[in-house]
């Protein structure tokens, strides 16, 4: 018994050591931290490329400019829309 106790490393148990589940808490932390870094990254992204926080004119306006680059309006009821647009999206005060 004392030979057995004195072959086996100590802290190991009687197995092949921890094996891959010490690898699985590093891992879990590290895939919520990256997870954290792009819906961060992804929700900046949007409000930089949007229109600065303000949603739906920003979208409108890509609309309206796919349309008349479709030819489905010309160009003063493109710029009679777009200047609607940019007028109800000006600051009131």
Known sequence: MLSTLLSHPVGWGWGWGPGPWF???????????????????????????????????????????????RGEIDETEYRARLEVLLASDAPRG
């Open 23 to 69: 690898l699985l808490f590093p891992l879990f932390w590290f895939g919520l931290i990256a997870l954290f870094f792009v819906l961060g990254g992804r929700r900046r992204r949007q409000y930089w490329e949007g229109d600065g926080g303000r949603r739906g004119t920003s979208g409108a306006r890509a609309v309206l400019a796919e349309r008349y680059a």
